[in-house]
């Protein structure tokens, strides 16, 4: 079995994309930019709100920002 991946994420007009591999994220990249006109902005800091850490082998994901400024709205921060 083929342990090698392509995830594709889209939010409203912004869209990530994760691969295992650097040839399979220029296929995908690719394979979009054969139907739509896309601007590859590099590595993403921030989407939709939501904190992006990216080394080598791993991507943390944190809200945390985000969780903090609704239980301040809401009276529990």
Same mark, same amino acid.
């Given at each position: 079995?083929d342990?090698?991946f @392509?995830?594709i $994420? @889209?939010? &409203?007009n #912004?869209? +990530?994309? *994760?691969? $295992?591999? @650097?040839? +399979?994220?220029? =296929?995908? !990249?690719?394979? &979009?930019?054969s !139907?739509?006109?896309? $601007?590859?902005?590099? @590595?993403p /800091? =921030?989407i939709?709100?939501?904190?992006? $850490?990216?080394?080598? #082998? /791993?991507? *943390?994901? /944190? /809200?945390s920002r ?12």
């Amino acid at each position: 079995m083929d342990e090698n991946f @392509v995830i594709i $994420t @889209v939010w &409203v007009n #912004d869209m +990530l994309t *994760f691969a $295992t591999t @650097v040839e +399979l994220k220029n =296929k995908a !990249k690719a394979d &979009v930019q054969s !139907k739509w006109e896309i $601007t590859d902005l590099g @590595v993403p /800091s =921030k989407i939709v709100g939501i904190k992006l $850490t990216i080394s080598p #082998d /791993s991507i *943390f994901i /944190s /809200s945390s920002r985000y969780i903090d400024t609704i239980l301040l709205r809401e009276g529990l921060g």
